[in-house]
């Protein structure tokens, strides 16, 4: 019996929801996290499945990265197929065949997105769908609601993502109307054994404001939280400047979720700077149109110069994409315009990303984190090797 086999599906909740930090090395943490559905260890990367699917990828897959845990969207599935048709089919996770946790964003950074398309008060938002133009509401208690009914296992507090560049009064403002919601999301979360739910801390780039935020949110017990407001612009150097002074304000016994990051270095300056959990599109959206992330940085296969290229994309992976076929094969097959050219590259990607993470947790167990962000940083630095 495989283990997405659909009566293996499991029944009951495996553990209570927890947070254990087993260890750390400099701001680097290595943890683990207990849920219903399994356990999760920390640092991790979420492979991101918008619409209950992880594009160009099967569940097993996924699992077969490494995967431990992915992500899906409130916003998305809530117009299509509509939260209460993905509760009678059991849940995202039963739906799309996906057994292990799950983690749904709130809808808020979407429909931030939006535009002049959305309306924000101070209960919630109005917005049209993309899809069709239809009006629809969301605000805490309806998002904490369609969370429940898509079985997340964390539920994401909805809050408004605040826009870059912002100014002091306004990130002020934005941050304290996502701090009346996350007490309003948390009050209507219910509580079910393995189950939690992440308070968002929000600011902009100012210290006294993210300061505030983790105060406010601290005092209503989430079972971890999450950093948001940031990768919407503002750069790196100004992302790890943030960073710098909001993981250190941060509850130690819980987890730390940077949302939506990034690219492998952005990860690597992450966990450096006490970050657990990470979800972003890159890996899969890359794959698609050919971008192929490697331990000696970014490849774009559809360059010319792999077309006789007999190397394997990475000769340290052991994905499908780099085991059994070369370069050359894949260039050929985004030329051909083939999806298997694509379905190849994602899944090297998001094999990419799961060695990555499972590298900081051995190096951080090992106290050896600084060595490793030096071999990082020098094998991103040579670059693809052209072939001889």
């Known amino acids: 019996m495989t283990l997405f086999a659909r009566d293996a599906f499991p029944q009951e909740p ?12 400099g701001m680097a943490r290595r943890g683990e996290i ?45 117009l299509r197929p509509g939260a209460e048709r ?3 089919l059991g849940g995202v996770r039963k739906m799309m065949g996906w057994h292990k946790p799950l983690l749904t964003d709130s809808g808020g950074f979407q429909v931030m997105s939006l535009g002049a398309l959305r309306k924000i008060d101070e209960d919630g938002v109005t917005f049209k769908s993309h899809l069709d133009g239809s009006s629809h509401r969301l605000n805490p208690e309806i998002s904490t609601d369609i969370q429940h009914k898509l079985d997340a296992t ?48 929000q600011g902009s ?54 949302m939506g990051v990034g690219k492998p270095s952005d990860l690597v300056g992450a966990v450096a700077r006490g970050v657990d959990m990470f979800d972003c599109v ?14 000696r940085g970014s490849v774009n296969i559809k360059n010319a110069r792999h077309k006789d290229d007999e190397r394997p994309l990475d000769e340290q992976c052991h994905c499908p994409a780099c085991s059994h076929y070369s370069r050359a094969y894949l260039h050929h097959l985004f030329k051909a315009d083939e999806v298997q050219g694509l379905m190849l590259l994602t899944w ?28 990082f940083e020098a094998q991103q630095a040579a670059g693809d090797i052209e072939p001889i």
């Open 14 to 25: 495996l553990d209570d929801f927890s947070f254990s930090l087993k260890t750390t090395d």
């Open 34 to 78: 207990k849920t219903a559905w399994g356990s999760i260890q920390t640092p991790v990367f979420m492979p991101v499945g918008t619409a209950a699917s992880v594009k160009a990828m099967m569940p097993q897959s996924v699992a077969s990265t490494g995967a431990e845990i992915i992500l899906s969207n409130t916003y998305h599935l809530m």
């Open 86 to 88: 993905v509760a009678r």
């Open 154 to 201: 964390i539920t994401m507090a909805f809050d408004e993502c605040t826009p870059y560049p912002a100014t002091h009064e306004v990130a002020a403002d934005s941050m304290r109307l996502s701090m009346r919601w996350a007490k309003r999301s948390r009050d209507a979360f219910i509580a079910r054994k393995g189950y939690g739910q992440f308070g968002i801390v």
């Open 205 to 258: 780039v100012f210290e006294d404001l993210r300061r505030e935020s983790v105060e406010k949110l601290s005092e209503l017990d989430f079972e971890g939280y999450a950093i948001g407001g940031l990768a919407v612009g503002e750069g790196q150097e100004a992302m790890f400047d943030t960073l710098d002074f909001t993981t250190p304000m941060m509850m130690p016994d819980k987890p730390r979720y940077l």
């Open 282 to 295: 890159l890996p899969t959206r890359s794959g698609r149109t050919g971008q192929a992330f490697t331990r």
């Open 348 to 375: 090297h990607n998001l094999q990419y990303y799961q060695d990555l993470m499972a590298g900081m947790r051995e190096a951080i167990s090992n106290h050896e984190f600084a060595k490793f962000v030096d071999a």
